[in-house]
């Protein structure tokens, strides 16, 4: 994964959320899961870090607005 930029923790409520997990259907439908609460800035895939198991994912939420339950 890549350094956190500042600019995505410039204010509360911001949040980065780093997803391990098994494989990219399993990391991909987490992010859904995410992404149907709060706004969501999704990624399009994941990434495989060599002789590590699974899959890697990151987004980012802003949890300054109210959950949106249905």
Known sequence: MEP???LHLREPGLVVVD???VDDRTA???QQELASL???AI???TTRDPGQPGVRLRCY???RQDV???
């Open 38 to 40: 709060w706004a969501t």
């Open 61 to 63: 939420l802003d949890l």
């Open 28 to 30: 991909l439908a987490f």
């Open 19 to 21: 997803v391990a997990a």
């Open 4 to 6: 956190i930029n500042e």
């Open 68 to 70: 949106v339950v249905e």
């Open 43 to 45: 990624a399009d895939r």
